[in-house]
């Protein structure tokens, strides 16, 4: 019975490169044409192939739907939790995880820190848009003409001197955080909070959110912040895992056509 899944589970890939006859399958299977018949009809039967008009199978509508509703019902932040729990227990700082909805970036889970002095911050709160690490990273990852369009749109408060003060200065920051995978904010919001922060990606290769390490000067400083980046990182690759189911496939970092 496993071998049977295993050869009608293999027909699903080898189809999703192309239709393809049952003398295709059943050599790609190293089978005898009989048994391919017999795997594609209960595949067809389920809806997962389909048979053309030409006699080859290809994937059939009943897959795409299964996909969708499965990436529909998927909740980033419950598989990323215990992971940000974790990452809270080893470093002691207060970590976020962040998505970019709706135009603006917001919070969506917190782990408090367990010093006496804590970053004030909470669930579903929009974050400062321009100089926040999360949202660098969810900004970075939008196409080359929707990204020059919302900055265009954002304002720019100058919260210190160390904030983003313009759509140019902007637009560099987003290309460099592309470029580079990661994101940081040094005193941009508030001169006694630094952050380190990290994509999580979907199947496709894009962000689907961001996570982030944060602490006041008080505790660490930005030098010493910046150490925990390949934790930050290592973190958010295996939120990544759970949350595509295999390893997601990393987009380029080269500029899409407009």
Known sequence: MSQTVDRALSILPLLARGPADLGQVAAALGVHKSTALRLLRTLHEHGLV??????????????????????????????????????????????????????????????????????????????????????????????????????????????????????????????TVREQGWAADLGGHEESINCVAAPVRGADGRVAAAMSVSAPNVVVTAEELLTLLPLVRRTADAISRDYSGSAPRKTTGKEEAP
Do not use: C
């Open 50 to 175: 389909y048979r053309q008009e030409d006699q080859r199978y290809r994937l059939g509508a009943r897959l795409f739907a299964l996909a969708q509703e499965a990436v529909e019902n998927l909740d980033v932040r419950e598989v990323a939790h215990p992971h940000l729990v974790r990452l809270g227990e080893q470093t002691g700082h207060t970590v976020h995880l962040a998505v970019h909805e709706d135009g603006e970036v917001l919070y969506i889970d917190k782990v408090d820190s367990r010093y006496p002095v804590r970053m004030y911050s909470r669930i579903g709160k929009p974050v400062a848009i321009t100089v926040a690490a999360v949202a660098k990273l969810l900004l970075a990852d939008l196409p080359e003409p929707e990204r020059r369009a919302v900055a265009g749109r954002l304002d720019y408060p100058l919260y210190t001197s160390r904030s983003t003060p313009h759509a140019a200065a902007f637009l560099k920051e987003l290309a």
